[in-house]
């Protein structure tokens, strides 16, 4: 899998309107779009999320309208919120993606990816649960974020952890359909092979993306001082260098996402449109917000 994407919105410097511009470019692009097919098609097109859309075409009403009917689109195909957890289960076992028991100092939802615990050879099935996982972890952000911080471990990573139509694929998704969801990606002591990639990478990500990237060594005391305020430190996962000595543990994670499951099974059978769109939004009203449930976890 591919754990780094482009926001792209040519990197060019963001624009900053008023509240009162922002709606009135939310409106100019809600009158581009189709009659929602479905209640979840009409949730997740909220106000807020539109502003995203926006944000990553740089205010550009046309960019951001054909890259949102993109993403409707493929959500009206996909169906990610349907996604169950017994669809997924296999792909969980390892703990190589699982939404962390504790939030950054800023409160956003830390979703932990583990390349290196990689257990199965299905690229269309690992996107799945990342879909799912994304999904999830987006259901349960508090009303004031709809960023989230992602806590990426090299430990065991090779290069045959990611394969490239598996990272075309996943870039794609998180690119187009996910836009301005990532508030911080943090790289757990990633080895020099990956180090020499991002290299190569960096220069095709914009200047806003490539600020939330942050390597981090476990052995540099610099670095760890940016683990130290970002989050809890007594609740920070001791792998990660907090003083947490609970790890991931796959039965009690999966009673929890089965609960998640049932959450956005009522919501899509019996709640308005306004709870629907509680789930994609991340927040209610036109401004640029930075995210209770979490892994279960045993010492």
């Not at 909220?46 to 859309?53: E, G, K, N, P, V």
């Not at 550009?60 to 289960?89: D, H």
């Not at 989050?231 to 947490?244: H, W, Y």
Request: aromatic share 10%; charged share 30%.
């Amino acid at each position: 899998m591919s754990f780094l994407w482009k926001s792209s919105n040519g990197g060019t410097t963001e624009k900053t309107l008023t509240l009162e511009e922002q709606q009135e470019k939310i409106n100019e692009v809600r009158k581009q779009l189709e009659e929602p097919s479905s209640l979840a098609i009409q949730g997740f097109l909220s106000d807020a999320s539109i502003l995203r859309f926006l944000r990553a075409r740089n205010w550009n009403v046309q960019k951001s309208s054909k890259m949102l009917k993109s993403a409707v689109k493929w959500r009206a195909a996909y169906k990610p919120e349907m996604i169950s957890w017994e669809e997924i289960a296999h792909e969980a076992e390892t703990g190589k993606i699982y939404r962390a028991d504790y939030k950054d100092t800023l409160g956003r939802t830390v979703l932990v990816l583990r390349p290196g615990l990689e257990n199965t050879t299905s690229g269309k099935e690992q996107i799945k649960y990342l879909v799912y996982s994304l999904e999830k972890a987006i259901m349960n952000l508090t009303d004031d974020q709809e960023k989230m911080v992602w806590m990426i471990d090299f430990q065991g990573w090779t290069m045959g952890s990611t394969p490239l139509k598996v990272t075309r694929e996943t870039v794609s998704v998180l690119q187009d359909c996910y836009p301005e969801r990532l508030g911080l990606a943090i790289l757990y002591n990633p080895p020099r092979l990956f180090e020499s990639f991002y290299k190569i990478v960096k220069p095709f990500l914009d200047h806003e993306t490539s600020k939330k990237v942050k390597f981090v060594y476990s052995n540099d005391k610099e670095s760890q001082k940016i683990m130290a305020e970002v989050f809890d430190m007594d609740k920070l996962d001791s792998a990660f260098g907090g003083r947490n000595l609970a790890t991931f543990e796959y039965s009690s994670y999966a009673e929890q996402m089965k609960e998640d499951d049932k959450k956005m099974q009522s919501n899509d059978a019996g709640s308005d449109a306004s709870s629907e769109a509680s789930f994609y939004s991340g927040t209610d009203s036109p401004k640029h917000g930075d995210g209770e449930h979490g892994a279960t976890k045993k010492t």
